[in-house]
């Protein structure tokens, strides 16, 4: 009897070690890394980016207040929404943002009374798919990402009350729901300064269930039941389903800084598919491009470390580009606010990133910094030399200089 528990623990080592070796690279990374920090001491300044490479938007759950660019922080253990977030760091803030949140019982709309106790326990952060327990709703809500799109998975309790609350943001924001397509549709005007006044990050959420009712929201404040469509300095919206224990109401959710229309055209990336398809998919896209290195160490911290810095490395500077109906790409300029043909790649520093993410870039992805090197050209052509003052440019705050220093760059060599 012994020896049969000897041969059994032998066989599980084996399968256990087995079981390592199949590990890919983007099982190393770690999205939480340099989220412990703070406005007084930094750790990283970053928060968990849930996102394809070099994706146009990215999605984090936010324990931050509405504004603030610590947007996440690992010591923090409440969830007041989830964010579809462009933002490069905490210094230059946010632009575009609007968020999502589930919550069940009262119809409440503040972001203090709709947050939501969670613990790290129950949560699962990889850069293609987050997980998270909602512990105040007995709610949990899933994400999986594409460039331009998202899909959320949202698990009830049985309640009649089951509220998913979209927060435009305040700063000029619109929300319109559409009953009769299950949908929502808005924009923010969010930004950190320095963009044109016709700006707009135009977003669709298209939900899988009927809405029970709808509240309309209005300069924050909840407004009349069913009414379609608010524009105020801060509007939402709160739709109402009643659920049975254990079930799923799904959402897929688009956005385009170009139309309404090229939303619902973006909203393609995940029109067709399931959660696990696009989920699968994203795990797919993060291995093709964390497999480009392989590391050879023993040491699986030393892999965890370099995976999840690679990671990093491969999120910035994101698409600003879409892809319009006839497969052509464009993008809205942020210099002239004009919709343009071509690449757009934005949130960039170049401070010494030509002696080190450029390089990396042209090494191993080249494609990749083909369309970047293009889209610093169509930041050149943007604008007219001379016509506008630099500091009109860029996406607000630091933002500005990258683009100042390309546009200035290409000026002197063109």
Known sequence: MKSKSVFFLLLLSVYLVRGQDKFE????????????????LSNGNTYPVIALPWAMN??????????????????????????????????MNDYGQFSIMPIVGKTVF????????????????????????????????????????????????ETEDANLIIDAFDKGSSV??????????????RNSGGVPDNFKNHFVIVFDKPFRT????????????????????????????KTQRGEQIVARVASSFISYDQAWQNLKEVESKSFENVKQEGRKSWNEVLGKVEIEDDNIENKRTFYSTLYRSTLFPRKFYEIDAQGNAIHYSPYNGQVLPGYMY???????????????????????????QEGLINTYK????????WEQFGFGGGRCLPERVARLRYRNAL
Do not use: C
């Open 25 to 40: 690279s983007v099982d190393y990374v770690s999205i939480l890394v340099g989220t412990q920090s703070k406005f007084e």
């Open 58 to 91: 990215f999605w984090t759950p936010q324990t931050g207040k509405m504004g603030d660019g610590w947007i996440y922080r690992y010591d923090a253990d409440k969830i007041r929404g989830f964010k579809q977030t462009h933002q490069p760091s905490p210094w």
């Open 110 to 157: 503040n972001e203090e009374e709709r947050a939501s106790w969670f613990s790290h326990k129950a949560e699962i952060a990889k850069p293609y798919y987050y997980s998270v327990y909602l512990a105040d709703y007995d709610v949990t809500t899933e994400i999986t990402p594409t460039e331009r799109a998202a899909i959320f998975r949202f698990t009830f309790p």
């Open 176 to 189: 319109e729901v559409l009953p009769e397509k299950n949908a929502i549709i808005g924009y923010t005007t």
């Open 214 to 241: 709808y509240f309309d929201v209005r300069d924050a404040m909840i407004g009349k039941k069913k009414a379609d469509k608010t524009q105020s300095d801060h509007s939402g919206a709160i739709v109402k389903f």
């Open 346 to 372: 934005t949130d960039t520093g170049f401070w010494d990133t030509f002696r080190s993410l450029f390089p990396l870039l042209n090494l191993m992805y080249p494609s990749v910094n083909k369309e970047i």
């Open 382 to 389: 943007s604008g007219t030399p001379g016509s506008h003052d």
